[in-house]
């Protein structure tokens, strides 16, 4: 079939020197990005951007595909070892690597997520080589209905998260809702909420915010429950000396793993989603299905291997609408596209016919980074485990002044670094007075997606529309169910008793 | 432990070398320029304005004394980029990518920065502004558009991504061109109004050429250019079909006001040069635009009057009034009233027990206040009729509404005892830290991040009860090296040096 021939080409334009050295040069900057808090996906691609100018084009674009890809991996480093999610799309990551650290297991945590990367890149290219036809055509269905009931199905993990005290979780998650609507309105231009401030006329940023919340606040409250020094030294030896995670444990995450880059990828496909929401999808279905339930957010491996399968799986995913559409699936393929375009490809459906090498050859490249990704990061696992088992004092002012950095760059703003301190202390509040403080960044991250589906889809047309179109129906459905379920099982058990 | 404090000693004299180098001003006695220029992008990396000034600064390595470096600043469609360049000094170093959008945007906003306070330097590219349709639509030509808008009396509606944008100021001159009566809808994105398009949901989108390629489904029906593009020679432009209607994003440079003559004329000689240059040439037509080069004086001149015409547009749009009504009390004494009143109420409620009252219930009022600041604030919002959106005062008053109702289950919670008790542990380590953190935040804008990160460090470690001096020193010392080698090297951020020195 053609497949086979344009595999063929796909070879002949990837084997040779320089693209194979982009593959290894790419995983490794993508690990060191995506471990930098600060540093997203898709500044990493951004920056790397002028070092392809003078390159030929599949040079060019596996170097960026590469950083993408492994980008997604690294941000899970930082979530394990710090609470601090290196990329966005390692929130989800913190709720039990961080856990597993705190027990004294980074390294189960950090094999898992690689492990768990590994095999949704993998999927994700699989299902981006086979699929990329009918998923285009999922990316096309998707109207604003679609994109609302997307994000309040995002939003249903709350009920994992809040555990027992739903007030608290609901507190957490409509502060953050309500936050992000500070800032431009999405239909009128119009700043909402800034308080005559013009720094917040865009609203709170991001990166600084989440930051704050998760590395700033956890330090604070973890220096107010301070553990004396003798107790450090102790747990030093224990990581240093434990040994590597026993496979036969990883092996039963397989089909975790799977079905968790299946859900990254479709969720990948759709423009704009983006792989932040695919971990919360994705955790929230590893938990409903789990037989463990209740080890969720006390350092459950099920924890840590879905988001990070899920995050690397939209990679493939966020591909498929830019080759079969050329439109961009997420911020770092937006930068992709630009990539294309300097190289004078076009991206969408005539690049196949045009240039098949180029196309197969990225499809092969994604493969051989995620093998690459895999092996570069066996090796520094080693060395981020040493580096955790640094006494906390010494790393304590080191993530500060990195927090300070990461949200100063953005914007080269210090406006920023005081957002970064705010939420740090309003995540040490959180936690003090025992509410959940992952809602609050989940609002952050889906409360414009929300607000800006439903207030488009109420101009098209009606609210009935949301339930008489099959796409928002199912997801909509998905949502409850999803949201209800975990009440449903507490009932159940507590019926049996 | 000797051999900690040689590495102490090593990282010592590294760091005051850096010092020396950061803050003495060895650019004394070389002339203009004698370090980077930067180009400051307003949006995300991979845009047009993006990728041009990409190309400009390779380009410009040519021609110039000194490398050109780009720097991303997103934001408020371009406010955050131009308020970053009136915060620097006009010292010829901060070059602002500008484009015919900002011109609205500025307006729009009712921001504090005016187009007058930039010198433009040069124009290098004109993108023509583009009406395009999805091929199954049925309409071929600029007419089969103005019989469907006939008949549709109104009704027919045009996507594109903002309101008040450059895209739909191009949608009303084209209707009053065409002499038709239309609708608009805001897609957000220039990808979301693709994906509308391509999902064939409404007859026309406004964008530019470059949009389209690729995408089989998709057709331009005409260009708003003096002439027909040579990367497209099929298609139409609006002026051989008897509609004068010319427009287009096009982008250019510009200065901080008050730069010295001496860089201006350097940088509008550099791209005058670039304009020249094949390489440039060929770099427009393959993104499907025209290689426009317009000098200082016509560019000044040529905005001067675009100003005009935008604000006439908007106004006529509705879109330049206030939307915020003026209230009878400022803002800082209605929070204040709200917080007196709720919290009187909460230690009404429970009967000034303060044992009672802890944390929780604290901050639980803390979130009450706050939605109830919310939901005020959104009846100030004052919205003109007649424009097709969903308020803006719905989703936040339905947030803030969720907040209360939330936040009084809690406090029901917490007065029944359900809650588990707040662990209270050794607050004051804690805000010893937080106190040298908000002294470390203040310093790095007077004296800068060089210096006030070592001192930081060494300071927090020490109230963590670390005593090992040469370690302390080896990393404070060590993590300043590397974030300069990994931030200012690697990525080209300038981190700040402080306002004082």
């Keep these: ?497 | 432990m000797k051999k900690y404090w040689f590495v102490a000693g090593i990282l010592l004299i590294g760091y005051l070398v850096l010092i020396a180098f950061l803050y003495l001003d060895v650019s004394d006695g070389k002339s203009y320029p004698n370090k980077p220029i930067v180009i400051v992008v307003h949006s995300k990396p991979g845009s047009a304005i993006d990728l041009m000034s990409r190309k400009i600064a390779e380009l410009a390595g040519k021609y110039g004394k000194t490398a050109f470096v780009v720097e991303n600043h997103p934001g408020t469609q371009g406010i955050v980029a131009m308020q970053y360049v009136m915060d620097r000094d006009a010292d010829g170093y901060t070059l602002l990518g500008v484009t015919k959008s900002f011109i609205s945007t500025l307006i729009v906003n009712k921001s504090n920065v005016s187009i007058s306070d930039f010198t433009f330097l040069a124009n290098m590219i004109s993108d023509p502004e583009a009406i395009i349709t999805n091929k199954k639509s049925g309409l071929n030509t600029i007419d089969d558009i103005i019989k469907q808008a006939d008949e549709l009396n109104g009704a027919q509606v045009w996507v594109g991504p903002g309101t008040g944008s450059r895209d739909h100021l191009m949608a009303m001159k084209t209707w009053k061109t065409l002499g038709i009566k239309a609708h608009w809808v805001d897609y957000k994105s220039g990808p979301q109004s693709i994906l509308a398009m391509l999902r064939n949901e409404a007859p026309v989108y406004v964008g530019n050429p470059a949009e389209t390629i690729g995408k089989r489904d998709l057709k331009i029906l005409a260009i708003a250019s003096a002439n027909r593009l040579e990367s497209l020679p099929e298609v139409p432009t609006f002026r051989e079909n008897g509609y004068n209607l010319v427009e287009s994003m096009w982008r250019g440079f510009a200065f901080k006001r008050g730069t010295p003559e001496s860089a201006v004329k350097y940088l509008s000689g550099i791209l005058e040069k670039i304009s020249e240059d094949p390489e440039w040439i060929t770099y427009c037509k393959d993104v499907f635009s025209f290689p426009e080069y317009v000098g200082p004086h016509i560019f000044s001149k040529r905005v001067k009057v675009e100003t005009t015409e935008t604000i006439q547009y908007l106004k006529n749009a509705g879109l330049l009034n206030s939307y915020i009504k003026k209230a009878i009390l400022p803002l800082w004494l209605m929070g204040l009233i709200f917080a007196v009143l709720i919290f009187s109420i909460l230690f009404w409620v429970f009967r000034f027990d303060f044992t009672r009252i802890n944390f929780n219930i604290i901050l639980s009022s803390i979130f009450l206040w706050i939605s109830v600041f919310f939901f005020y604030q959104t009846m100030l919002f004052s919205i003109p009729e007649g424009l097709n959106i969903i308020s803006p005062a719905l989703i936040p008053r339905i947030w803030s509404v969720g907040l209360f109702i939330a936040v009084i289950w809690n406090i029901i919670n917490e007065w029944k005892g359900k809650n588990k008790p707040v662990k209270v542990g050794n607050y004051k380590l804690t805000g010893k830290i937080i106190m040298l953190l908000l002294i470390y935040f203040v310093a790095i804008s007077y004296i800068g991040y060089y210096l006030s990160t070592p001192l930081f460090l060494i300071s927090a470690m020490y109230v963590l009860k670390y005593r090992k001096w040469p370690l302390m020193i080896i990393n404070a010392l060590g993590f300043v090296l590397f974030s300069y080698l990994v931030f200012d090297i690697l990525l080209k951020i300038e981190l700040p040096l402080g306002s004082l020195l």
Excluded at chain 1, 10 to 22: A, D, E, I, R, V
Excluded at chain 1, 51 to 56: K, L
Excluded at chain 1, 172 to 189: A, E, H, R
């Design chain 1, 1 to 497: 079939m053609d497949i086979l021939q344009n595999l063929g080409q796909g070879f002949s334009q990837l084997m040779h020197f320089t693209p194979l050295l982009m593959i290894i040069l790419g995983v490794i900057i993508g690990i060191m990005v995506g471990v930098l808090p600060g540093l997203s996906p898709s500044i990493g691609v951004a920056l790397m951007l002028p070092a392809t100018f003078g390159m030929d084009p599949m040079s060019a674009l596996v170097l960026l595909t590469s950083v993408y890809l492994s980008s997604n991996y690294g941000g899970s480093i930082t979530a394990i070892a710090i609470n601090t999610p290196g990329t966005p799309g390692a929130v989800a990551t913190t709720f039990d690597g961080y856990e597993l650290t705190k027990q004294g297991k980074p390294l189960y945590a950090l094999m898992t997520s690689l492990t768990a990367s590994t095999v949704g890149g993998l999927v994700g290219t699989v299902i981006l080589i086979l699929f990329s036809i009918p998923l285009a055509k999922l990316a096309l269905s998707f109207e604003s209905y679609e994109y609302f009931a997307l994000g309040v199905f995002g939003m249903t993990i709350i009920s994992s998260l809040a555990g027992d005290n739903p007030a608290k979780g609901f507190i957490s998650s409509i502060l953050g809702l309500l936050l992000v609507t500070i800032g431009f309105d999405t239909q009128l231009p119009f700043s909402r909420f800034n308080l005559g401030v013009s720094n917040l006329a865009d609203g709170i940023e991001f990166i600084p915010a989440l930051i704050g919340l998760f590395a700033l606040g956890e330090i604070f409250y973890s220096i107010e429950n301070f553990k004396i020094l003798r107790k450090e030294k102790s747990a030093k030896k224990t990581i240093l000396k434990r040994k590597s995670l026993p496979l036969n444990k990883l092996w039963k995450l397989k089909n975790l793993m799977l079905r968790s880059s299946v859900i990254g990828t479709l969720v990948g496909v759709i423009p704009g989603a983006g792989g932040t929401i695919a971990t919360f999808i994705a955790y929230n279905n590893a938990k409903n299905t789990s037989k463990n339930p209740n080890k969720f957010g006390k350092g459950s491996l099920e924890g840590v291997a879905a988001p990070e399968a899920a995050n690397n799986g939209s990679v493939g995913g966020a591909l498929v609408p830019l080759l079969t559409l050329g439109i961009p699936g997420s911020a770092s393929t937006a930068v992709l596209i630009g990539a294309l375009m300097i190289h004078k490809l076009n991206p969408g459906p005539q690049l196949f016919e045009k240039e098949p090498g180029i196309v197969y050859g990225l499809f092969i490249s994604l493969f051989i980074a995620n093998i690459v990704m895999l092996g570069i990061g066996l090796l520094g696992n080693k060395l981020w485990v040493k580096i955790i088992a640094a006494p906390k004092k010494l790393l304590y002012p080191i993530i500060i002044a990195l927090s300070f950095i990461g949200s100063y760059f953005i914007q080269n703003s210090l406006f920023d670094v005081g957002t970064c301190i705010a939420f740090g202390l309003l995540g040490w509040m959180l936690k003090r007075a025992g509410f959940p403080t992952a809602p609050v960044i989940l609002g952050l991250i889906l409360g414009k997606m929300i607000e800006e589906n439903l207030r488009l889809s109420l101009v098209k047309g009606d609210l009935i529309e949301f339930v008489t179109r099959p796409g928002s129906l199912i997801i909509l459905l998905l949502a409850v169910f999803s949201f209800f379920l975990p009440y449903i099982k507490k009932h159940l058990a507590k019926r049996k008793q």
